[in-house]
C-alpha cells in the first residue's frame, strides 16, 4: 500500500483545505509514491520519535503537530526541529501531520475524543465556521451536573493529570462545558457566549485567567495532556480503513513540560 492511500483516507476525513491560514499540514518530508511500511502516530515528530520508526522499521510518521511550521531556512543540525528533519530524510522516512484541520472537524476529531472522554453529550461546534460540523471547539453537556470542585477532579482523572490550573471556583454547578484541545484562549468569549459552566483548554496567559470574569470556571489542563489522547484517534482511524496495516502509537513521551 502507497503512502498516498493513507494520506489520502485521513484527508478524506479531515481535508487539507479546513486547516488554518497559518497552518503547516499535510506531508513534509517523503514522497506519497513510497510504499508504506508501517507508521509511528504521535503528537511531536521529535528526533527520538523518528529514531522509533526506524527501530520499529516504520517509513511513515503521522504526528498531529507541524515539525516544519513557521518556515525553515537551514537544515544544519544545530536545532532540534533541524536534526529531526535531517534522520528522516537520510533514513527515507515520511512525515506527515494532521493539525487545525482535525482540529476544525465534529466527527472523528480531536474535540469529539476529549469529549468522549468527558462523557459529553448533546455536542456542537462552538464557534462554527461553514457549517455546523465545521468549526473550533466543541460545547457539550454532563451526564449529571456537578460541583465545580468535583469536576476538576473528574477531568483529572478522565484527562491523565495531576496538574490544573483554574480560574475562581463559582458557587453554580458544572453543567455545560466547552472544550478545547491545544491552546484555546480565543474561544473564552464563545464559551461565555454560549452560557458554558465551565472551558477546558489548554495555554492560557496569566493576564488571560482573569477575563473569565467570574462568569465561567477556566481549566487549563496542559497542551499536551489536552491532545495526548490524539494519537489513539489517529490509531482507531488507521485500524477502520486498514486493518491489518502496522500502525503503533508511540513509545515517546514528547511533552517538553515536566512538573514536581
Known amino acids: ?7 489520502s483516507y485521513l484527508e478524506g476525513i479531515a481535508p487539507l483545505e479546513l486547516q488554518e491560514p497559518y497552518d503547516n499540514a499535510g506531508l513534509l ?34 504526528a498531529h503537530h ?26 527515507d522516512i515520511a512525515i506527515y501531520a494532521i493539525h487545525t ?6 466527527q472523528d476529531g480531536v474535540n469529539q475524543k476529549i469529549a468522549q472522554r468527558l462523557k459529553l453529550a448533546d455536542l456542537q461546534i462552538l464557534a462554527p465556521k461553514e457549517s455546523a460540523t465545521i468549526g473550533s471547539g466543541l460545547l457539550g453537556t454532563l451526564p449529571e451536573a456537578m460541583p465545580p470542585s468535583d469536576f476538576i477532579e473528574f477531568v483529572k482523572n478522565q484527562m491523565h493529570t495531576s496538574c490544573i490550573r483554574h480560574t ?3 458557587d453554580k454547578p458544572i453543567g455545560k462545558v466547552a472544550i478545547c484541545g491545544g491552546s484555546g484562549r480565543f474561544l473564552l468569549s464563545d464559551a461565555i457566549a454560549h452560557q458554558a459552566d465551565a472551558f477546558v483548554s489548554a495555554d492560557f496567559k496569566y493576564h488571560e ?19 495526548q ?8 482511524l488507521l485500524t477502520r480503513k486498514f486493518a491489518n496495516f502496522a500502525a503503533h502509537n508511540t513509545e515517546v513521551v514528547t511533552n517538553p513540560i515536566n512538573y514536581r
Not at 500500500?1 to 494520506?7: D, G, P, Q, S, V
Not at 504521535?42 to 520499529?56: F, G, H, M, P, R
Not at 537544515?75 to 530524510?89: D, S
Open 229 to 236: 489522547f490524539t494519537i489513539a484517534l489517529l490509531r482507531d
Open 168 to 170: 475562581k471556583i463559582l
Open 101 to 106: 484541520n482535525l482540529d476544525n472537524i465534529l
Open 209 to 227: 485567567f482573569f477575563e473569565a470574569n467570574d462568569e465561567i470556571v477556566v481549566l487549563d489542563i496542559g497542551h499536551y495532556e489536552s491532545e
Open 1 to 7: 500500500m502507497l503512502i498516498e492511500a493513507i494520506t
Open 66 to 91: 507541524p515539525i516544519i511550521f513557521s518556515g525553515l531556512k537551514r537544515l544544519t543540525g544545530a536545532h532540534y526541529i533541524e536534526r529531526a528533519i535531517i534522520c528522516a530524510i537520510k533514513h
Open 29 to 62: 518530508t517523503g514522497s506519497k509514491t513510497w510504499e508504506a511500511t508501517g507508521a509511528i502516530l504521535c503528537l511531536d515528530s521529535t528526533e527520538e520519535v523518528i529514531q522509533e520508526a526506524i527501530a520499529k522499521r516504520c517509513n511513515l510518521v503521522i
